[in-house]
């Protein structure tokens, strides 16, 4: 398999781990709304090439970036945002694990 599909299968299987053990009583929605953050990938459509499987895209797009991250962390404060919140922090660990492993 290759990094990108193994990237993107984690970034469906960890929300779902996530949801299951965090918010069991209603892990379906945790999981759909955590998927749903993947649309912070929007932010790709800025970049020129939109794609660059050897780019890390943490600190290089606008919703990728520290000030946004600590955002997303903040998030998880407040009851109301934290599952979006929570996504969006995988979103940016597995984001950083694929930096990682581009070395």
């Not at 009851?79 to 929570?86: C, H, N």
């Amino acid at each position: 398999m290759t990094r990108a599909i193994i990237h993107l299968i984690l970034h469906a299987l960890i929300p779902g781990l996530v949801a299951w053990l965090a918010f069991r009583p209603r892990w379906r929605r945790a999981w759909l709304i955590m998927i749903l953050t993947m649309a912070v990938d929007l932010d790709h459509l800025l970049a020129t090439p939109i794609y660059d499987p050897n780019r890390c895209g943490i600190g290089f797009h606008p919703l990728h970036s520290y000030i946004a991250i600590a955002g997303y962390a903040a998030m998880v404060a407040v009851p109301q945002l934290r599952i979006v919140g929570v996504g969006l922090l995988i979103h940016m660990a597995l984001d950083g694990l694929d930096c990682v492993w581009l070395g």
